[in-house]
């Protein structure tokens, strides 16, 4: 994606968030996008669904699928629920909170330390959103695609049965981790995916 429709997908979002504000009907019907003016507390807000892979900072080889539902605060900043799976049962395990590239920018050295870029994962289709349009997926892509996250798991091990030890800093895979062929395997057969055409699906939207 170049620098001009990077902008153009951060203006939508800019857009959106004032056009909220302001009353304005919002386009496209879009989680993250376009905001529910109706919600009573933060549960009734729409929720982008995306799947991903995260990485223990301090051990890569802890690695896991982790289901996000996402919604935006505003002002480049978005919050994100973690659970183990997109089950009814799921494990609520951490949080994650993504910010623009241009909020990266401004954080103190020692915090930018704690945040990881998400341009690899949605290159190698490692990052998957779910229940919207094309044209809404799209959207979110590129809006996400110069974003950093920050990611807390509250429960390290989801195998115990209540969450046991401290929160762990994780990763989305970098430029030297790869994520088990296994876990991608797995991914794809849940949601019906095939990686190879994610990934050459996401060349042409970000002009690779």
């Known amino acids: 994606m170049n620098r001009r429709e990077a902008i153009a997908a951060g ?12 009353g304005l009907p919002l386009k496209p019907k ?9 919600a009573k507390h933060p549960l009734e807000k729409k929720h982008a669904h995306i799947c991903a892979f995260h990485i223990g900072v301090d051990d890569p080889k802890l690695q896991m699928e982790v289901t996000h539902y996402c919604t935006a ?5 978005f919050q994100c629920i ?3 799976s997109p089950e009814k049962n799921a494990k609520l395990i951490g949080v994650e909170y993504v910010i623009s590239e241009e ?9 930018a330390k704690l945040w990881h870029p998400h341009k690899k994962e949605i290159d190698e289709g490692l ?21 950093w996250g920050k990611t807390w798991h509250t429960w390290p091990d989801v195998t115990t049965p209540i969450p046991m030890g401290k929160p762990i800093l994780m990763w989305s895979v970098g430029l030297t981790d790869s994520v088990d ?10 949601y019906n995916l ?15």
């Open 30 to 38: 879009c989680p993250c996008v376009d905001q529910d003016n109706k």
């Open 181 to 190: 062929p296994k876990l991608i395997e797995n991914r794809d057969k849940k």
């Open 73 to 77: 605060l505003g002002d480049g900043v």
């Open 194 to 208: 095939k990686l190879e055409e994610i990934k050459k699906s996401r060349a042409k939207l970000l002009g690779k």
């Open 127 to 147: 990052l998957t959103i779910h229940e919207v349009t094309k044209s809404c997926e799209e959207t979110l892509l590129k809006a996400l695609y110069s974003s």
């Open 82 to 84: 973690l659970y183990d």
């Open 103 to 111: 909020k990266f920018g401004q954080l103190p050295k020692e915090e």
């Open 11 to 22: 203006a939508m979002l800019v857009f959106s968030f004032n056009a909220e504000a302001k």
